[in-house]
Nanobody, 122 residues
Framework: QVQLVESGGGLVQPGGSLRLSCAASGSIFGIYFMGWFRQAPGKERELVATITSSGSTNYADSVKGRFTISRDNARNTVFLQMNSLKPEDTAVYYC????????????????WGPGTQVTVSS
């Protein structure tokens, strides 16, 4: 029953930064994995980063060293700090819980929120 709403996207120049937020309508403290996903035009949804309830993180190779995922369980919020943005980071970004794969696409255990558009262009 948890609903997710992403925000913080926008248009930035290459090398710029954005901080995305994922606000949940219910508690996420009991969810072990929270993650950020993205989907670029014409491509499958991919997993960008995950964070466990205790704060352990993992990142896709394409964003490692540039993106930082964090979560505030008390505030039911997940964040994605994106630095050194590249044009290939352009996508709609979503958050969700418990990442899993179906075919070539990534899915979460919760309903998808609206996502937030990130466009990196000069």
């Amino acid at each position: 029953q948890v609903q997710l709403v992403e925000s913080g996207g926008g248009l930035v120049q290459p090398g710029g930064s954005l901080r995305l937020s994922c606000a949940a309508s219910g508690s996420i403290f009991g969810i072990y994995f929270m993650g950020w996903f993205r989907q670029a035009p014409g491509k499958e949804r991919e997993l960008v980063a995950t964070i466990t309830s205790s704060g352990s993180t993992n990142y896709a190779d394409s964003v490692k060293g540039r993106f930082t995922i964090s979560r505030d369980n008390a505030r039911n919020t997940v964040f994605l700090q994106m630095n050194s943005l590249k044009p290939e980071d352009t996508a709609v970004y979503y958050c969700n819980a418990d990442p899993g794969r179906k075919g070539s696409s990534w899915y979460g255990s919760l309903s998808w929120g609206p996502g937030t558009q990130v466009t990196v262009s000069s």
